[in-house]
């Protein structure tokens, strides 16, 4: 089991030097020169705002564990504050 999932996974490996190259001129036959500027401005925008959306999303959810964290602080000294008063 494990050797067949090895292999599926190697059938998957990144693209070598000829293939990039096919590509490449596929892309070029394509697109034409003219576009391909456009089209990596047009990529160069997309992964901009994906990456901005993901920190956006990173620093929401560390804000709310910061303040469920601050919430149950609060909790504990309430807690604490009760003990003392009732000790009192």
Known sequence: ???????????FSLPGGGEWILIIVVVLLMFGGKKIPELMRGIGKGMREFNDA????????????????????IRQLKQQLEQQKQTS
């Open 54 to 73: 993901k920190a956006n999303v990173k620093s929401e959810i560390e804000e709310g564990m910061k303040e469920k964290d601050k919430d149950e602080e």
């Open 1 to 11: 089991m494990i050797v067949s999932l090895m292999n599926a996974i190697f059938l």
